[in-house]
């Protein structure tokens, strides 16, 4: 079945950058949403954001809009996060996932989830 393996993960400090990516490999499903959600320990997962086979279609949680931007190379079967002004309260655990339903994405109804990389922002 599919794997979506995450990279890109690391230490930065506040007001950096880190971009990272989400590549698929195994049985691959055109047409499937990806997208990436954040789990801090003692939190619950979060929603951070996913982009529909079509790339105009594209949401975001509100704490993330404006610096963060996620995009998609079908070809490559990957997705990407571009991550701007990183804060403390970035750091997390970043899951890939891809789901059939743009729709019931950000509650998390996925078909497949990445082991995370994890984002840590110093202050």
């Known amino acids: 079945q599919v794997q979506l393996v995450e990279s890109g993960g690391g230490l930065v400090q506040a007001g950096g950058s880190l971009r990272l990516s989400c590549a698929a490999s195994?049985?691959?499903?055109?047409?499937?949403?990806m997208g990436w959600f954040r789990q801090t320990p003692g939190k619950e997962r979060e929603f951070v954001a996913v982009?529909?086979?079509?790339?105009?279609?594209?949401a975001y949680a509100d704490s993330m809009k404006g610096r963060f931007a996620i995009s998609r190379d079908n070809a490559k079967n990957t997705v990407y996060l571009q991550m701007n002004s990183l804060k403390p309260e970035d750091t997390a655990v970043y899951y890939c996932?891809?789901?059939?339903?743009?729709?019931?994405?950000?509650?998390?109804?996925?078909?497949?989830w990445g082991q995370g990389t994890q984002v840590t922002v110093s202050s």
């Open positions: 195994g049985r691959t499903f055109s047409g499937f949403s």
């Open positions: 982009i529909a086979w079509s790339d105009k279609l594209t």
């Open positions: 996932a891809s789901g059939r339903n743009y729709y019931d994405f950000k509650t998390g109804k996925v078909d497949y």
